[in-house]
């Protein structure tokens, strides 16, 4: 089971940066399967990053168009921690921002929420111009 909280949201201007963090409180796997995803008001909830790590140290990314270049995640496994860079920052990124995570039986990396067994609550970034 894990138990993930994020935190780092806020307000930005337009060009500017945040840098959001998630922290699982859980269970953690050998294979990690990890995402960002994100929720507009009124708009469905889209697949942002996605990192994958395997048993062997394997590492791989995956970003959804609209941010690609301008957000990077990253983790730390020491501290159990998943992380998104946000820069950039256009107005249309405003949105609650989730991090997730697959079953341990994961494959691959997923942008897609379906695939996803635990949430976090969520953290609010707001972008102005």
């Known amino acids: 089971q894990a138990n993930l909280a994020e935190s780092g949201g806020g307000s930005a201007q337009a060009g500017g940066s945040l840098k959001l963090s998630c922290i699982n409180s859980?269970?953690?796997?050998?294979?990690?399967?990890t995402a960002w995803f994100r929720q507009a008001p009124g708009k469905a909830r889209e697949g942002v990053a996605a990192?994958?790590?395997?048993?062997?140290?394997?590492?791989?990314?995956e970003y959804a168009a609209s941010v690609k270049g301008r957000f990077t995640i990253s983790q730390d496994r020491a501290k159990n921690s998943l992380y998104l860079q946000l820069n950039n920052l256009k107005p249309e990124d405003t949105a609650m921002y989730y991090c997730?995570?697959?079953?341990?039986?994961?494959?691959?990396?997923?942008?897609?929420?379906?695939?996803?067994?635990?949430w976090g609550q969520g953290t609010q970034v707001t972008v102005f111009s």
């Open positions: 859980g269970n953690i796997y050998d294979t990690y399967c």
């Open positions: 990192i994958f790590t395997s048993t062997n140290g394997l590492v791989s990314t």
């Open positions: 997730a995570i697959q079953p341990p039986t994961c494959q691959w990396w997923s942008l897609t929420h379906g695939d996803y067994q635990f």
